[in-house]
């Protein structure tokens, strides 16, 4: 069975980090593009980073400079570490794995930014 299964979020106060974790299994994790979209309550879902198999990262334009996506294919693990944290970007978090037309996605795990 193919599996993303998150950890990591919770809640934390503004300015604060929190490092997201999504352990993949039943597929060929190396040759997967990997990302990380969230979706703020009452808001559409939108791409926070995507790394792709070769490395490649990209961003979107509100978390650059203070998120950062990483990947252990010998782990079968994408990260997203989060830093300075805003109110804003409470959210579910999704991780998302895609190759080929072929799309998983992970439970989604809360992440609330409050004092």
């Known amino acids: 069975q193919v599996q993303l299964v998150e950890s990591g979020g919770g809640l934390v106060q503004p300015g604060g980090s929190l490092r997201h974790s999504c352990a993949a299994s039943?597929?060929?994790?190396?040759?997967?593009?990997m990302a990380w979209y969230r979706q703020p309550p009452g808001k559409q879902r939108e791409l926070v980073a995507a790394?792709?198999?070769?490395?490649?990262?990209n961003y979107a334009d509100s978390v650059k400079g203070r998120f950062t996506i990483s990947r252990d294919n010998a782990k079968n693990t994408v990260y997203l570490q989060m830093n300075s944290l805003k109110p804003e970007e409470t959210a579910v978090y999704y991780c998302?794995?895609?190759?080929?037309?072929?799309?998983?996605w992970g439970q989604g795990t809360q992440v609330t930014v409050s004092s």
């Open positions: 039943g597929f060929i994790f190396s040759i997967y593009n």
């Open positions: 790394i792709t198999t070769g490395r490649s990262t």
């Open positions: 998302n794995a895609e190759s080929r037309g072929r799309v998983f």
